[in-house]
Each structure stands twice: as structure tokens, then as C-alpha cells.
């Protein structure tokens, strides 16, 4: 019997796609580490693993990888490059939070916003439609961002390179529901280098 691990069937393991896809979402090391609840050496060592698989040699590589898990809803689908370009409502508006506890008591029960969800330094609520998105201390964002829906992200994302636009990484999914819905970004930078984004979700058929 051959000794070891079978290879998996993915370019790459499920713990190193998890480090990739944080990589892509712009975080550090010891961030990804504290998320995932992962040592920060073992961050780096599924990093250096899914970099010398890909042949990458620096992180901005793996930044602008437009790789698919296989497991996504979105592996093996063509994006739509015959409708044109439109950037849907605002899907969300992030803000970064001081105390992530008080502030969700503050938006939950003082503001009467309905509420999401939360994981980690991380809290969700729905604004007629528009998600809230607040973030604790180093993890969040340093300026509100605005987050515009697409139907296709990667489409949207290749008709906006074409238009000029400046990407600063490739579109990836950020988390994945207990029902299986994907949330996926891509970000990118306005004229006077703020950040803006574009977002979809998207589900397996059961």
C-alpha cells in the first residue's frame, strides 16, 4: 500500500484553499491565524504549500489568482460575457468598530436593526435590502467601503479591467453559509485609490 495521504482531488487541500482565500481578502498572517483559529505557523506553512503548487513566488501572485475551489457553485461555470456591464444596488456598507460587543448592542438594540449574523470580531445587519457590516479593531476596514452587487463576479470583474479599473486582488469567496450560499468579492480602488467592491453570492443546486 503506498504510505501517506492520498492526493487530493483539488488543486489544492481544503486548509490551504481557507489560507488562500484569506490571502485574497487582503488579511495578514497573524490575522488569518486568529480567524481560523490556526497557529500563524501553521498559516504559513499551507501558504508555502498551496504557493509551490500554483508556482507563485510572492503573495501579490496569490492575490491576483482567479483559482475556483471545486467544491464552490461557481467552479467550471464560464462567466457571462455577453450581458453588459451593470453594477446592482449596494449590497453592502462596512464600519469599523472600536468594541464589536457594544456596537452590536448599539445597531441591535438601540438602532432596532434586524440582525444578522456574526462570527469572530464580525457583525451583520440588514438595512432595508443593504447589509451593515461592522468589523472590530485591526480586522476591519480603516474607511467605509461600499460594496455593489453583480450578478456575475467574474464577469463584472474582467469588463472592469477592460474598462481600466484597478483590482487589487482577484474575485474569492469570503465565507460560505450553513445553507451553503457563497459570498464572493473582489476589491478594488476609485480614482483617489479609496477601496470599493464588487459582490455576489452564489449556491449549489440541491
Not at 503506498?2 to 490551504?16: I, N, S, Y
Not at 486568529?34 to 499551507?46: E, F, N, P, Q, T
Not at 460587543?101 to 456574526?118: E, H, I, N, S
Not at 455576489?200 to 440541491?206: I, V, W
Amino acid at each position: 500500500m503506498p504510505r501517506g495521504r492520498p492526493p487530493h482531488p483539488d488543486v489544492l487541500t481544503p486548509a490551504e484553499w481557507r489560507v488562500v482565500e484569506a490571502v485574497r481578502h487582503g488579511m495578514t498572517n497573524p490575522e488569518i491565524a486568529r480567524r481560523l483559529g490556526h497557529s500563524v505557523d501553521a498559516v504559513k506553512y499551507h501558504l508555502a504549500n498551496a504557493m509551490a503548487k500554483l508556482g507563485f513566488t510572492s503573495r501579490a501572485e496569490v492575490r491576483r489568482w482567479t483559482g475556483i475551489n471545486r467544491g464552490s457553485a461557481l467552479h467550471g461555470k464560464d462567466p457571462d460575457m455577453t450581458e453588459p456591464l451593470a453594477l446592482g444596488p449596494i449590497g453592502q456598507i462596512s464600519r469599523s468598530v472600536a468594541d464589536i460587543a457594544a456596537a452590536t448592542a448599539f445597531y441591535r438594540d438601540r438602532l432596532g436593526l434586524p440582525f444578522l449574523y456574526a462570527f469572530g470580531n464580525l457583525a451583520f445587519f440588514d438595512c432595508g435590502g443593504t447589509r451593515l457590516f461592522l468589523a472590530e479593531g485591526d480586522g476591519g476596514p480603516a474607511e467605509s467601503i461600499l460594496y455593489f452587487r453583480v450578478p456575475d463576479i467574474h464577469a463584472a470583474y474582467a469588463r472592469l479591467i477592460e474598462r481600466g479599473a484597478v483590482f487589487v486582488d482577484a474575485p474569492h469567496m469570503i465565507h460560505r453559509h450553513e445553507d451553503g450560499t457563497e459570498e464572493w468579492m473582489a476589491f478594488l480602488n476609485d480614482n483617489e485609490g479609496r477601496p470599493l467592491a464588487i459582490m455576489a453570492q452564489a449556491m449549489n443546486p440541491r
